[in-house]
């Protein structure tokens, strides 16, 4: 049965929108307010451009939304639990593309994902969310409505935040079929309006099902350098780790060290290395003399000064006290 069967009975309505119809000064605030109204909730805070000539165009099918919009200049925002509760929509899952330019994505685990051009993920309208977009962004999305994914696969949820590359294999072939279908959707017949949608999702449900474990090989470096950046922010933690990187990247252990293998290093090794140098730097930091030694060691994770005495040798072929007197010549 289509999950779509009254549209019918009540037809979807198309919108098209450009900036060009407006005073410069007026075109940011006019195109907050209506991707507020196309996108959910969202606290967008103002840039203060002189102009921002951006267009949108947008087709609802019930709780369903397919949406092509630009931002032409940097803006940033954020869905938190105050915009979340002013939803009058219920659960949805969006698919995002960067058709182009870049958006790095925030999530509410601590994750963060970079879509580069050809690139989609998967966001829950349930979570907290922040983006920031790169100049001249061109982004497609597909709204949909939270049970009409979970009945054709239960486990969806899994794969939000993800990196899904759209531009080959069945990724490319949903990419291609998205872009098309907002393109040429307001010119469809009203009878397929319903099996053109369930094929839509049924084809989305395969290029995610077709995911493997690990990234395909061109977005492994991308994952790679969104978790090494994810490690220089939590250098001081503790419980950085394997496991944490599993978690907020939601990979298994297993392909979190195969990611560093790949670059012939371990992640105990990158952590480790990354933490020494941070040592060097403040040992070497003329504001920072007047710490002792065992506190900077401490601050970046090494409890045991004896043991941090041989890594610091071993990394650079000093002590930490020979470093620190090196900078005082």
């Known amino acids: 049965m289509s999950a779509f069967p009254d549209t019918e009975r009540a037809p979807p309505t198309t919108e098209y929108w450009s900036a060009d119809t407006l005073a410069p000064k007026r075109q940011f605030e006019a195109w907050r307010e209506l991707i507020v109204d196309a996108h959910l909730r969202w606290d967008i805070p103002d840039i203060g451009c002189e102009a921002f000539p951006a267009f949108m165009r947008q087709h609802r099918v019930g709780g369903l939304r397919l949406t092509d919009c630009t931002a032409p200049a940097r803006v940033s925002g954020r869905r938190g639990r105050a915009q979340i509760a002013q939803d009058g929509q219920g659960h949805c899952l969006t698919v995002v593309l960067a058709a182009q330019g870049t958006e790095a994505l925030s999530f509410h685990d601590g994750q963060e994902l970079l879509l580069q051009p050809g690139m989609f993920t998967l966001w829950d309208s349930a979570r907290p969310l922040s983006f920031a977009t790169g100049e001249h ?27 899904i590359d759209g531009r080959s294999g069945l990724g490319g072939l949903f990419v291609d079929h ?84 790949q670059q ?15 040592c060097r730097r403040d040992l070497e930091s003329s504001t920072l003399a007047v710490r002792h030694v065992s506190e900077i060691a401490r601050h970046w994770g090494f409890e045991d000064p004896s043991h941090f005495s041989k890594l610091f040798r071993a990394a650079f072929g000093m002590s930490p006290s020979a470093c620190r007197r090196g900078r005082a010549a």
């Open 264 to 278: 012939g290093t371990t992640v105990g090794a990158h952590i480790r290395g990354r933490r020494l140098a941070m």
């Open 178 to 261: 998205l872009q098309a279908l907002i393109a040429r959707f307001a010119d469809l017949p009203s009878a397929s309006h319903g099996a053109v949608l369930d094929g839509t999702l049924d084809l989305l449900c395969l290029s995610l099902g077709a995911q493997d474990a690990l990234p395909p090989p061109r977005l492994r470096q991308v994952v790679l350098e969104q978790m090494k950046r994810h490690i220089e922010r939590h250098l001081t933690d503790p419980a950085l780790g394997v496991g944490q990187l599993a978690r907020t990247f939601r990979m298994t252990d297993r392909n979190v060290h195969k990611l560093f293998e």
């Open 137 to 163: 962004l061109r982004q497609m999305s597909l709204l949909i409505p939270e049970e009409d994914l979970l009945r054709r696969m239960p486990r969806v949820r899994d794969l939000v935040g993800r990196p």
